[in-house]
């Protein structure tokens, strides 16, 4: 949902604005609180993880390890592949 | 039809658009209570802020110069939380054998452990903060 949030921004705004540069600022911010809005959620999901390993008394699995290290080294190959001008 | 918006304006939008993005409420890190567990809500904000990090790198709409430094930023980050995990497993590791077999060596081992792991924690979390300041404020 939150992903649509820049496109939605600027196709909202290329009805008034036909400036591209405007546009693409535009979408920018509108990514950026796209962006901001999904950290939240994600971080809300950890942080109901962690209440519930509190309440169970008890310290994260090597599982729950594994896949946290898992999604990272997804995202930082990602990061690390990307090239200026790709 | 061609609309003018003064930068004063412009400035404005920006600087809610950065309100918002940053108007996290949801704290990991204060929930944690046990060391191990507060390694664990350092490591998943890491997570949390890569992914999005990853995200805004295919972004077309994320300009060249905000890419750079998002990728810099988890270059220095990554290594130091991939740390963090390695001493925290070892951290659950000794202490599983302490509790196993309650003897001096083991738990000598574990508080070896701990003291690594709180060096882990504190040399990751600069780094990691540096990372979300990259994703989140640009």
């Given at each position: ?86 | ?37 507060k390694a ?29 430094v998002i ?9 130091a939380a ?57």
């Amino acid at each position: 949902m939150f992903a649509l949030l820049p496109a939605l921004a600027t196709a909202v705004a290329s009805e008034f604005i036909t400036d591209e540069t405007i546009l693409k600022w535009v979408g920018f911010a509108g990514s950026i609180v796209a962006k901001g809005f999904q950290v939240d959620d994600r971080l809300g999901g950890l942080t109901m993880h962690i209440e519930q390993m509190v309440a169970e008394e008890r310290n994260p699995t090597t599982e729950e390890w594994g896949m946290l290290q898992a999604r990272s080294d997804v995202a930082h190959e990602t990061i690390q592949s990307w090239r200026i001008g790709a | 039809m061609r609309l003018y918006i003064p930068t004063y304006l412009r400035a404005i939008v920006l600087a809610v658009a950065l309100a918002l993005a940053g108007c996290s409420t949801a704290d990991p890190l204060k929930t944690a209570q046990t060391l191990e567990q507060k390694a664990f809500a350092l490591y998943g904000t890491f997570v949390v802020y890569e992914e999005a990090g990853a995200e805004m790198i295919l972004d077309p709409a994320v300009p060249d110069s905000v890419k750079v430094v998002i990728q810099q930023a988890d270059s220095v980050a990554k290594p130091a939380a991939d740390i963090l995990v390695t001493v925290a497993r070892e951290t659950s590791v000794a202490r599983a054998e302490l509790a196993l077999i309650p003897s001096e060596t083991f738990r000598d081992k574990l508080v070896a452990a701990i003291a690594a792991l709180q060096r882990a924690y504190w040399s990751a979390k600069p780094k990691i903060d540096a990372l979300s300041l990259a994703v989140e404020n640009l």
